[in-house]
């Protein structure tokens, strides 16, 4: 099962990542800090759920020492850090209100909390926990 997980996320991430025409040439990578990014893709226990919503939720910042951002119907905040391209999350706080899907939001901030790597190709930011994919987010504009 896992090794079936593996290459799920894999194929997910390469076809986030390459296989959209409008990144062809696209080289240059868009900063980690001070840019909003949207999730897309989110490893949900195991298995790969797309943010398919065109809501304002499920958005990460991360500028000057905080993190922050929207879940499904919650806020969050938090302080992180990076060093030797690791980045460590601390202090992790929200709002507390209900949520339609309260499983796939408490997961979204887990994936974030528990976040120790990142990597950045073009507009897509995929944030791993020991080496491995849990969320893949583009950037917005």
Do not use: H
């Not at 993190?67 to 302080?79: E, K, M, T, V």
């Not at 990076?82 to 460590?88: A, C, D, F, P, Q």
Request: charged letters at 20%; aromatic letters at 6%; hydrophobic letters at 35%.
């Amino acid at each position: 099962m896992k090794l079936k997980t593996a290459i799920i996320m894999t194929l997910t991430t390469l076809l986030a990542t390459s296989c959209c025409p409008c990144r062809k040439g696209k080289t240059d990578a868009t900063p980690l800090t001070g840019t909003t990014w949207k999730a897309m893709v989110l490893d949900l226990n195991g298995s790969n759920t797309v943010i398919t919503d065109s809501s304002e939720g499920y958005t990460l910042v991360i500028s000057e020492g905080r993190i922050n951002g929207q879940g499904d119907c919650n806020s969050y905040f938090g302080s992180f850090s990076l060093e030797n391209g690791k980045i460590s999350v601390s202090g992790m706080g929200s709002t507390k209100a209900m949520c339609p899907d309260q499983e796939r939001e408490d997961k979204f901030l887990q994936i974030i909390a528990t976040a120790n790597g990142y990597s950045i190709e073009g507009d897509r930011l995929m944030l791993l926990c020991d080496g491995r994919v849990t969320a893949i987010f583009k950037a917005l504009k």
